[in-house]
Every structure is written in structure tokens, then in C-alpha cells.
């Protein structure tokens, strides 16, 4: 168990429609980053936050938002939905945004989003 | 651009030795990481090079050369479990963005 919760588990929605991802970073970690892993796919980083700002922007749709609270828990908000966006999405969370000290990752245990 | 590159499959035999090979084409550096994934779980962190050489940690090591922009991942006394995605990524030199490679999946035979 890496500390990292994200929920749900599990996600099934129709094309066109709006979800939203939620995670828990482990406790005392400021970052927050969230990756897509389509089937059979590497990890595309979208996007990063620290301590509530942004703090970088990977291949991230124009569809897809992100957000992080004062309470340091992260939203990653998907809409209008397209079949493509079936995948894993993963939240990980590190001590500091860069440079010496909190540079692994931890990932949660990942929400799989079937989009039909 | 950014391109890292990894052997999609890698077969081995249990009790051998297998070296995963990285390469990659950054347009910063600042540090090289692996990570070990078992079908539909989580990613979990390995090791974490930022300095050329080798760094040992139990049956796992990991070698950088950022002259040469490769790295292996060389696991000893391979053992069943150990079969599984290996993912090489990059962390750029801003240390906010870390770019995965496609990632290398090895399969542990008896």
C-alpha cells in the first residue's frame, strides 16, 4: 500500500458524459501527478500540481482539468467523452515538486474508466 | 523532443540474470528512474539514478550514463514474481515533469 487513495476503482460511462477522479496524496506530500495508461500503453504524464498550483502540463486534451485543494487531495475531471479515453488513470504523489529529496513517486492503485 | 526507448518483451530464465536496457533523447535531464509493474496495478518505485554509475540495491541495479543517454536495469536471481513491466522514465531538468517510456515486459520462465 504507497498511502496514495484515488476512487473509484472502477468507472463505466457513456460517450459525451463527464466524470470526475479523485485522490488522496500520501500524507505530507505537496505534488500531485496524474498519468493515463491506455491498454497495452506507457504512462502519459497530463499533468502536476504543488501545493496547489500547477506546475506542469504533459499531453493533457483541452476535454481534461485538473485541480488541487487546499486540503492537498487532487480532482482530475474528464468530459465529453470519447471511447479513447477507456484507460487507467493513475494519481502519484512525491514529498516535493523537484529537485533534491521526495523524487520517487508513489501511485495509487489507479481508476480504470470504461467509456462505451 | 523527448523519446525513450526500451525492448518491448525480454524473456529469461528463473535463477538467471537479465539487464533491460533505456536510452533516451531528452530535451533536459534530471534523473532516471525504475519502475516495476504488474499487470493493472500501480507502478512502484525501483531506483533512482541522477549521477553516472551504478547503484545496487538487493537483486536490483541500475546504471546511468547521461554522456551516452542510457541506463540499464540488471536483475539478478531472477525469481517468478519477478515477471512484470519494467518502466524507464526521465524527470527533465525543471524536476516537474517526468516522462515514462513505453516500458519493457519481461517474462520469468521455470
Known amino acids: 500500500d504507497s498511502g496514495v487513495t484515488q476512487t473509484p476503482k472502477h468507472l463505466i460511462t457513456a460517450t459525451g458524459q463527464r466524470v470526475t477522479l479523485r485522490c488522496s496524496p500520501r500524507?505530507?506530500?505537496?505534488?500531485v501527478y496524474w498519468y493515463q495508461q491506455s491498454l497495452d500503453q506507457g504512462l502519459q504524464f497530463l499533468i502536476q500540481y504543488y501545493n496547489g498550483e500547477e506546475r506542469a502540463k504533459g499531453n493533457i486534451l483541452e476535454r481534461f482539468s485538473a485541480q488541487q485543494f487546499p486540503d492537498l487531495h487532487s480532482e482530475l475531471n474528464l468530459s465529453s467523452l470519447e471511447l479513447g479515453d477507456s484507460a487507467l488513470y493513475f494519481c502519484a504523489s512525491s514529498e516535493s515538486a523537484a529537485g533534491a529529496g521526495g523524487y520517487e513517486q508513489y501511485f495509487g492503485p489507479g481508476t480504470r474508466l470504461t467509456v462505451t | 523532443g523527448q523519446n525513450i526507448d526500451q525492448p518491448t518483451e525480454m524473456t529469461a530464465t528463473e535463477g538467471a540474470i537479465v539487464q533491460i536496457n533505456c536510452t533516451y533523447q531528452t530535451s533536459g535531464f534530471n534523473g532516471l528512474f525504475w519502475y516495476q509493474q504488474h499487470a493493472g496495478e500501480a507502478p512502484t518505485f525501483l531506483s533512482y539514478?541522477?549521477?553516472?554509475g551504478l547503484e545496487e540495491k538487493g537483486r536490483f541495479s541500475s546504471f546511468l550514463s547521461r554522456s551516452k543517454g542510457y541506463s540499464y536495469l540488471l536483475l539478478k536471481e531472477l525469481q517468478m514474481k519477478d515477471s512484470a513491466s519494467y518502466l524507464c522514465a526521465v524527470r527533465d531538468t525543471g524536476g516537474f515533469k517526468t516522462i515514462f517510456g513505453a516500458g519493457t515486459r519481461l517474462f520469468v520462465k521455470a
Open positions: 539514478n541522477v549521477l553516472d
Open positions: 500524507s505530507g506530500d505537496l505534488s
